[in-house]
Every structure is written in structure tokens, then in C-alpha cells.
């Protein structure tokens, strides 16, 4: 989710893909909390393939283009940075969600446990996990390329690997998820340099794309039917073919159609961040409040919708009040 000093439009399309594919994914799950009737066989299909890749989408993106930013600038100036980027909306979001599940969980007169907000500052909770990784990843980096960029990214990515081998043994739950990605962070730090000058109109990119997106369709179906869940390397070789799947889907989509694409990229923190919020809220109120019954799929399209254009709406009022601070930290003029 980080954004580029020049945008680039294939790179914007992928996100606007990553993130449907992140709303879908959480939609996803919901239904099953619902009780829903999605048959067993394909629930399981579905969420192994949508969480096979589309949060490393957004590790791999976010190392493409803190390159530029170490290169630029001091480690002390990309921290306070990316704290106002990531830790801003993380603190937020996480207290708004936090008080709003507890609220609808708790018994009337039952107080608010205050353990539950102050765990936010130590223990991401839900998927605000990824934005707390993501500033720790990027803090490590900047700190290790304090002196020279380069050996800082060769030294990240040592520790990345290291990590990556240690999934597992780790008490910490986020110290495991942060092992578990920072594999993709480091790819982004390696291929910003030719990724980014990749011709996407020319014959030979068409088939590569054509040939990635085939690759990680047959790994991603090896992974269904063999049950492979649990093995970390097939998970990892998995995930980098889902991001160059994903990238060959942006790069191929016409350019005059992906209008739609191009705002949900664009705008893919502000939607991650109240997507759950937006979309349980409206499912809850549906089926509880009003007692709406609806076949699954219309649940999940529901869900979706909500995910996607109540943060895009929320974002529209903030920008029309010139209220820029339910997402970011303005800076100081």
C-alpha cells in the first residue's frame, strides 16, 4: 500500500485487484460464521487459494517502492514517515473496531475491558496485523541501510530468510507472521529496478504474463487437491507465483477499461483498514437487525460491495470536509 512518487499504472491496477481479492477473502469467512450453506469442499478451495497470495501482493509492492525511500533519505525521516502512513490508521482503526466488537459483544451494562485496547500497542489484532508488520519490516529496513543502502537490503534479506526457516518455533504469534512475509518485502527491495521498466504491450510480456498466470493456477490447484497447507516452501514458491499472477493480470487488463481498478489501488489502505468494519456491520444489521435471509452468494456479494465502497465513501466525506484524519496524519505546514 505504498505509494510511488510516480504512479504506475499496471502496479495501481494490481493493488486494485489484491485488495478485492483481501474484502472477498474476509467476506469469505464471514459466511461461514453466519451458517451458512457454502458446501464444505468448495469454502476450503476458495479460502486456501484467495489467502495464498494476496496480502504477500502488498509486501512485495510495498518493498518495490521503499527502495527510492532509502536511497533518499535518513532512517529517523522514513520512520516517522511511514509511522504517520501505517501506525496512524493501525492505532485508530484498531481502537474504532476494538470498541465497536466489544460493544456489540458485551451484555448491557457489562464495562468495556480496557486490557483489550491497550493489548492494540503490543498484539495486533485481526487484520490489522499486516500494517503493524509492515512498519516493523520497513523500520528494520531503513535502520539496516542506514549506511549503505545496498548491504541493508542484503542484510534485511538474510534476516528474512532466517525468519522465514523459524516459522513456527516463534512464541510470538506476530513475530511468526512477520518470519512468514518478510520474504515478499525483500523481493519488492530486489525487483524494483527492471519490474518497474518492464514493457506491458509487447508480444513477448503477453506470453510471459499468459504463462505465469497459467504456472500459478496449476501450483495453486496442487495445493487444493494435495493438501498442502502446511508446507512452508510450497506456500512460499505458491505466493510468489500468485504475485507474478497477479501483476500479469494487471499488466494484460486494458488500459480503458480498469478506471474501477485503477481507485480501489489507489485507495487500497483506506479500504483495508475499514473493509471488516464496513462489510460485518451491514451482514450484522441485515441478518439480525432486519432478519434477512439470503442465499449465500448474495451475502458475498453484499459484503463485498459494502467492503469496498463504504471506505471509498467515508474517504469521499473526509475529502469534501477536508477531514483527511480518518485515514492519514496530515503533516504539520
Not at 499488466?251 to 481498478?261: G, Y
Request: charged residues 15%.
Amino acid at each position: 500500500m505504498n505509494t510511488p512518487d510516480r504512479r504506475i499504472d499496471w502496479v495501481d491496477r494490481a493493488k486494485g485487484l489484491a485488495i478485492l481479492f483481501i474484502v472477498i477473502g474476509h467476506v469469505w469467512h464471514k459466511l461461514q460464521k453466519m451458517h451458512l450453506d457454502v458446501p464444505s469442499q468448495l469454502y476450503h478451495a476458495v479460502d486456501a487459494f484467495l489467502y495464498s497470495f494476496h496480502v504477500p501482493v502488498f509486501f512485495f509492492i510495498s518493498g518495490m517502492f521503499f527502495c527510492k525511500a532509502l536511497e533518499k533519505r535518513s532512517a529517523s525521516v522514513i520512520i516517522k514517515n511511514r509511522a504517520r502512513l501505517l501506525l496512524y490508521p493501525y492505532v485508530i482503526w484498531s481502537l474504532l473496531q476494538t470498541a465497536v466488537e466489544t460493544a456489540a459483544l458485551s451484555n448491557p451494562g457489562q464495562s468495556v475491558v480496557f486490557h483489550e485496547f491497550l493489548r492494540i500497542l503490543y498484539w495486533p489484532r485481526a487484520h490489522f496485523w499486516f500494517l503493524y508488520d509492515l512498519f516493523v519490516m520497513m523500520a528494520l529496513c531503513a535502520v539496516l541501510s542506514q549506511w549503505s543502502p545496498k548491504r541493508g537490503v542484503k542484510l534485511f534479506t538474510g534476516v528474512a530468510v532466517i525468519l522465514f526457516f523459524a516459522y513456527g518455533s516463534l512464541d510470538i504469534v506476530w513475530l511468526n507472521d512477520l518470519g512468514r512475509n518478510m520474504i515478499y518485502f525483500a523481493g519488492g527491495l530486489w525487483s524494483f529496478s527492471w519490474l518497474t521498466r518492464v514493457p506491458t504491450e509487447t508480444p513477448a510480456t503477453r506470453r510471459i504474463s499468459t504463462l505465469c498466470i497459467l504456472l500459478f493456477l496449476g501450483l495453486a490447484a496442487g495445493l487444493i487437491r494435495a493438501d498442502l497447507n502446511n508446507v512452508l516452501v510450497y506456500r512460499a514458491v505458491l505466493a510468489f507465483a500468485g504475485i507474478a499472477a497477479t501483476f500479469s493480470v494487471a499488466m494484460l487488463w486494458p488500459s480503458n477499461r480498469s478506471a474501477v481498478l485503477m481507485v480501489l489501488g489507489q485507495r487500497s489502505l483506506e479500504i483495508y483498514v475499514a473493509h471488516v468494519l464496513a462489510a460485518f456491520g451491514l451482514m450484522d444489521v441485515l441478518s439480525h437487525v432486519f432478519g434477512l435471509v439470503m442465499p449465500w452468494p448474495l451475502w458475498l456479494l453484499a459484503g463485498t460491495l459494502a467492503g469496498v465502497l463504504l471506505p471509498l465513501f467515508l474517504y469521499r466525506i473526509g475529502e469534501k470536509l477536508r477531514f483527511p484524519w480518518f485515514f492519514r496524519l496530515p503533516e504539520r505546514p
